[in-house]
């Protein structure tokens, strides 16, 4: 069983364009992150969410919004896309903000 | 604010033998945690040891073991027998700890390590 998973795996589309990128955990976890890697492999964090909470929202488009339905997922909106969104977002999770936090496979974004 | 910097971008050791990663981060705070993350061509992050600041020994897996020194600010990646397997990135990551805690991970910006048969 994959303890968090993200669908889809790989997204290609226009500028302008909506997308979602959907995660799941299946840990039990309360805690749940998006990172972004840009092209240098660069990692950093765009939004964390404890107990459906948003907690930590970094300097980040308000064209990305995430929602979180319940502690086990966490999805991620992109609105009008841009070429300079193009990168791996990748899901994680924790039990609190200080546990250890294990990550999805990663879905590769290019916006063309 | 804290940084994290791995002066290291690739490195490369040959099968069997010992190879160290560095990494060195600057931060004013006493109650963090330390990880290495390792990123294999499969893009999947894998967590490979985690050291709270707290404890003064340093944590081991197998292989992997660290060499975290407070003082300095320094925390290096030791992998013992290398297998070919463990090529990939390597990733240091600092997160700052307390009940302040966001759980937000700061991460350098990677060592590509190969490991040649």
């Known amino acids: 069983d994959t303890a968090v998973s993200q669908t889809p795996k790989y997204l290609v589309t226009q500028m302008g364009n909506d997308k979602s990128i959907k995660c799941e955990q299946n840990l039990g976890h309360d805690t749940m992150y998006w990172y972004k890697q840009d092209s240098k492999k660069f990692l950093k964090i765009m939004f964390s969410y404890n107990n459906k909470e948003l907690i930590i929202n970094e300097t980040v488009p308000n064209r990305f919004s995430p929602k979180s339905p319940d502690k086990a997922h966490l999805n991620l909106h992109i609105n009008s896309l841009e070429l300079g969104d193009s990168a791996v977002y990748f899901c994680a999770s924790s039990q609190g903000p200080l546990g250890t936090q294990y990550f999805g496979p990663g879905t590769r974004l290019l916006v063309l | 604010a804290q940084t994290v910097t791995q002066s290291q971008p690739e490195m490369s050791v040959q099968e069997a033998e010992t190879v160290t990663l560095s990494c060195t981060y600057d931060?004013?705070?006493?109650?963090?945690?330390l990880f290495w993350y390792k990123q294999p061509p499969s893009r999947q992050m894998i967590l490979v040891i985690r050291q709270e600041a707290y404890k003064q020994q340093n944590a081991t897996e197998n292989r992997f073991s660290v060499n975290f020194q407070k003082a300095a600010k320094s925390f290096s990646l030791k992998i013992s027998d290398s297998q070919l397997g463990d090529t990939a990135m390597y990733f240091c990551?600092?997160?700052?700890?307390?009940?302040?805690?966001?759980?937000?991970?700061?991460f350098g910006k990677g060592t590509k390590l190969s490991v040649k048969p």
């Open positions: 931060t004013s705070e006493n109650n963090y945690y």
């Open positions: 990551a600092f997160m700052k700890g307390g009940s302040g805690s966001q759980g937000n991970l700061i």
